[in-house]
C-alpha cells in the first residue's frame, strides 16, 4: 500500500497538448542502440514504461547526416527508415500507457561525422571542444534557414512515428542552439551574435518553425542548460542571469521545461555529488515560468522527490540513471515497496560503455539492463526453473554470489544456500565502499542482502569456511563458486606481464590493497603504483594521504585513473588528489623495489632514478581466487559420488572484471541453470543485417 506521502507523485500534469500521468519523466539517456537496433531500443525503454514511468524519451537524435556522432551512438531522425525504427518505441510506449519523447539533436562542430562525412555547420567556425581536427564552417543566413527547416522535417517524422514531445536539446554545449546562446561559441557580428536577443534568436525562431509544423498536436519541451559558468568561464551564461532571462524570452513557445546545468560533469557521480545536486541551479527557475518544470539529480529516495515538488523546485521528477537501475522505481513507490527499490550507486559505469564508443549500456546494480530484448531478461519476473527440485550451494556472498542466489531463490530453487568465511555479505564492495567518495557503492549488496532475506527458500550463513572434502559432503545437487579475486603482490601487470623485482607482498615494505584494508601497518612516505586504471589506485592514495602520509600516485599511463574519463570522473579524481597533497607521477613504471624506495622509470628515457619510499602499495591486476573451484573440477569421479550435478564458476572468480560484470556473471547462470550447460551463456538476438535476407523492423514483437 502506498505512504499518503507520496500520493503527489501519482497526480497527471498537463504538458501543452498531452498528459503526462504521473511525475515521472526518463530524460534523454544514450543506451548504445541508436536507431539501427530497434529491438534494443524499443524494449529497454518500453521495459521503464512497464515500471511506471510516465514518459520515456530517446536518447540525442540527429536530425541530419551531418550530425553523425560516430564513434558515439545516438539515435537519428534521417529518413523514413528511421521513422519506422522509432516508431516500434513509440507503439510499445503507447501499449504501457506511457508518453513517448524524443530529443532532436545537431551538434554544430561537435558532431563528429566520421561516417557521413559531411561538412558541420555552426554559429562560428570554431574549433570542437570535443575531438582534433574537427571544426565546422559558419553559417550564413541561408544556412540557419537550411538548418531550421531541418528540424522541422525531423519534427514532422517523430510525429509520424508516434511520438508525443519533441525536445529541443538546448544543453550540455553539444547542442547547436546553446552554441548560439554561449559567446563561447558564438562570435558572430550580424543579428544571431552579440546581444542576448541576437544569440537567443537562433533557438527562438527554429523552435517557432517546429511549433508552427506540428500544430496543437505535440508537445513542445526544450532541454535548457541553464549554468555555463565553470565550464566556459566569462564566456558561458549563469543560471541567476541570463538562463533565467532565456525560459522568460522562450516561455510563450515552450510546453514543458528539462532543465540542467553543466557545473562540472552533468551526470554527477555520486563520489562527487549527493542526490539533487543541481538544486541550486534550479531552484528559482519557477518563478520564471508558467510551464511545468523537470529537474534531474540522480533521485531515487521518494521524500526527496516529494521534497522537489512541494517546495516548487520543480513539477516532474527527471531521471536516466536511477531508471536504468530501476526501471520499475515509480511502481515500487506506487505500491509500497520502497524497500524493494534498486537504486543508482553513481558509479556511472552505464555512461561508460557509450563514451567508450558504442557497447551496449550496462548497470552495476541491474544485470538486466540492455538485455531486455536481445535476451528477452525482465527484471521483476523469473520464471520457474525447470530443475528447482535441486538444493543449491553458493560458495562466496560478494556481489556476484548474492545476485546469482536471490536470482535462484526467485526461480524457485528448493534450497538455496549463500556460504561466506566473512563476518558479513558484500564480499569485495564491503572494502571498496570504504574508499573516499565510495559509500554509495555499498547499495550494491545492501539491496542483495534484504532480498535474500525476503527469500524463503535461500539462507545467508556466514563465518563458514569450505575446503573441497566439505563441498562434496554438504549434500548440494549444484555447486556455485564465487570466491572473488585478491590483488597481485608480485607486481604482475597488463602493461608489462612481468613482475616487479623486489616485489613481494610478504615484505613489511610491499602492501596490496587487501592488506591495507586488513590492517597491514604503512609507514610515513607512500608510493602508490596504478597500472589498473580504474577506481583502486586513485582511492587507495586518497585514503592513505587523509590518513596523514605523504603520499606519491605512480602511473604508467599518461593520466591518473584513465578509465575514469569514461565515468566522467577524471577532472574531478584529479582535482581531488591535488587538493589531498598527493604528487602524482604519471607515464612512469616502477622497474624494482627495495626497503626505502623504489626506481622508477620514464617510459621514454632509459634511466631509472630512485624515489624514497618507507611503503609501496601495487595496485597492479588482480587474480581470480579459483583454488577451490579448480581442485573440485579436478575431482568429476568424486562430484558425481557426491550427487553434483553441476559445478559451476562465476564473478571474479572466473576473471577480474567490473562489478556490473560480476553482478551480470551471477545474473546469467541463474536465469539460465536450467539449460543444457548453464556454464556457457546460451545465443542472444543479434540485430543485424543479413546478406539476402529481408529485414522489416516492424516485425519486431514484444518476447
Not at 535548457?224 to 541567476?240: L, P, S
Not at 506506487?334 to 556511472?348: A, K
Not at 551463456?681 to 516485425?699: H, K, Q
Request: hydrophobic content about 40%; proline content about 5%.
Amino acid at each position: 500500500m502506498r505512504d499518503p506521502r507520496y500520493d503527489i507523485l501519482f497526480e497527471p500534469i498537463a504538458i501543452g497538448p498531452r498528459t503526462l500521468p504521473n511525475r515521472f519523466f526518463q530524460t534523454a539517456h544514450c543506451l548504445g542502440a541508436g536507431s539501427d537496433k530497434p529491438g534494443f531500443q524499443a524494449h529497454f525503454r518500453a521495459m521503464k514504461a512497464q515500471g511506471g514511468w510516465g514518459c520515456v524519451s530517446t536518447e540525442y537524435c540527429a536530425i541530419s547526416p551531418e550530425s553523425d556522432d560516430l564513434p558515439l551512438v545516438s539515435a537519428r531522425i534521417w529518413d523514413d527508415g528511421d521513422v519506422a525504427n522509432l516508431g516500434l518505441l513509440c507503439d510499445l510506449l503507447h501499449e504501457q500507457g506511457a508518453l513517448a519523447a524524443v530529443e532532436l539533436y545537431h551538434g554544430g562542430p561537435n558532431a563528429a561525422a566520421l561516417e557521413s562525412r559531411v561538412p558541420a555547420r555552426g554559429a562560428s567556425q570554431i574549433p570542437s571542444t570535443f575531438g582534433f581536427m574537427r571544426s565546422c564552417r559558419e553559417m550564413d543566413l541561408d544556412d540557419i534557414r537550411e538548418v531550421q527547416q531541418q528540424y522541422v522535417d525531423a519534427a514532422l517524422r517523430a510525429r509520424a512515428a508516434g511520438f508525443d514531445v519533441i525536445t529541443i536539446y538546448c544543453a550540455h554545449t553539444t547542442a547547436l542552439p546553446h552554441q548560439f546562446l554561449l559567446p563561447f561559441y558564438n562570435k558572430r557580428t550580424d543579428q544571431y551574435g552579440g546581444s542576448f536577443e541576437n544569440r537567443a534568436r537562433f533557438t527562438r525562431e527554429l523552435v517557432t518553425q517546429v511549433r508552427e509544423a506540428v500544430g496543437d498536436e505535440l508537445a513542445i519541451s526544450v532541454r535548457f542548460g541553464i549554468h555555463t559558468v565553470a565550464n566556459n568561464g566569462a564566456q558561458g551564461i549563469r543560471y541567476d542571469d541570463e538562463g533565467h532571462r532565456f525560459i522568460e524570452h522562450m516561455d510563450d513557445l515552450v510546453d514543458l521545461w528539462d532543465i540542467v546545468s553543466e557545473d562540472l560533469e552533468n551526470v554527477g557521480p555520486s563520489r562527487f555529488v549527493p542526490e539533487n545536486f543541481e538544486q541550486r541551479y534550479n531552484v528559482g527557475v519557477k518563478q520564471h515560468t508558467d510551464k511545468p518544470v523537470i529537474n534531474v539529480g540522480r533521485f531515487t529516495n521518494p521524500d526527496t522527490m516529494v521534497s522537489v515538488i512541494a517546495s516548487g523546485q520543480a513539477d516532474v521528477i527527471g531521471a536516466a540513471r536511477p531508471s536504468i537501475a530501476d526501471p520499475f522505481l515509480p511502481q515500487k513507490i506506487r505500491e509500497g515497496r520502497v524497500d524493494e527499490i534498486r537504486e543508482c550507486i553513481g558509479c556511472n559505469v552505464c555512461i561508460s560503455r557509450w563514451a567508450i564508443g558504442g557497447p551496449p549500456l550496462i548497470c552495476t546494480q541491474n544485470a538486466t539492463a540492455g538485455e531486455e530484448y536481445r535476451r528477452g531478461w525482465h527484471p521483476e519476473r523469473f520464471e520457474r526453473a525447470r530443475n528447482a527440485d535441486n538444493d543449491v550451494l553458493v560458495i562466496g556472498a560478494g556481489p556476484a554470489g548474492l545476485e546469482c542466489a536471490t536470482v535462484l531463490g526467485k526461480r524457485g530453487m528448493r534450497t538455496v544456500h549463500l556460504l561466506d568465511a566473512a563476518s558479513e555479505a558484500g564480499g569485495c564492495i564491503r572494502t571498496i565502499a570504504t574508499l573516499p567518495g565510495l559509500g554509495e557503492w555499498a547499495r550494491v549488496s545492501h539491496y542483495r542482502t534484504i532480498q535474500v532475506d525476503k527469500l524463503r527458500n535461500v539462507e545467508l550463513i556466514l563465518r563458514a569456511r569450505l575446503d573441497a572434502e566439505a563441498v562434496l559432503d554438504y549434500g548440494a545437487e549444484i555447486v556455485v563458486v564465487a570466491t572473488g579475486a585478491v590483488w597481485a603482490g608480485d607486481g604482475m601487470s597488463g602493461l608489462r606481464h612481468d613482475t616487479i623485482p623486489g616485489a613481494d607482498d610478504a615484505l613489511d615494505h610491499v602492501l596490496t590493497p587487501d592488506q591495507v584494508f586488513a590492517g597491514k601497518p604503512v609507514g610515513e612516505r607512500v608510493v602508490v603504483y596504478d597500472t589498473d586504471g580504474y577506481f583502486m589506485g586513485v582511492g587507495m592514495a586518497q585514503r592513505l594521504a587523509r590518513e596523514g602520509r605523504r603520499v606519491t600516485y605512480v602511473s604508467a599511463f599518461d593520466t591518473a585513473a584513465p578509465y575514469t574519463a569514461f565515468t566522467l570522473e577524471q577532472g574531478g579524481i584529479n582535482a581531488q588528489l591535488r587538493a589531498d597533497g598527493i604528487a602524482v607521477v604519471t607515464g612512469h613504471f616502477v622497474e624494482a623495489i627495495a626497503p626505502g624506495g623504489v626506481m622508477l622509470r620514464d617510459r621514454f628515457e632509459e634511466a631509472a632514478r630512485e624515489h624514497a619510499a618507507d611503503s609501496v602499495v601495487l595496485v597492479t591486476q588482480r587474480r581470480s581466487d579459483d583454488a577451490l573451484y579448480r581442485e573440485l573440477k579436478a575431482r568429476p569421479e568424486a562430484l558425481a559420488e557426491a550427487g553434483i550435478s553441476g559445478l559451476y564458476q562465476i564473478g571474479d572468480c572466473v576473471l577480474p572484471q567490473l562489478i556490473a560484470d560480476v553482478v551480470f556473471s551471477g545474473h546469467r547462470l541463474a536465469r539460465e541453470i536450467d539449460s543444457a550447460n548453464p556454464a556457457v551463456a546460451l545465443p542472444y538476438v543479434r540485430e543485424r543485417a543479413v546478406v539476402g535476407a529481408s529485414a522489416a523492423p516492424a516485425a519486431l514483437s514484444a518476447r
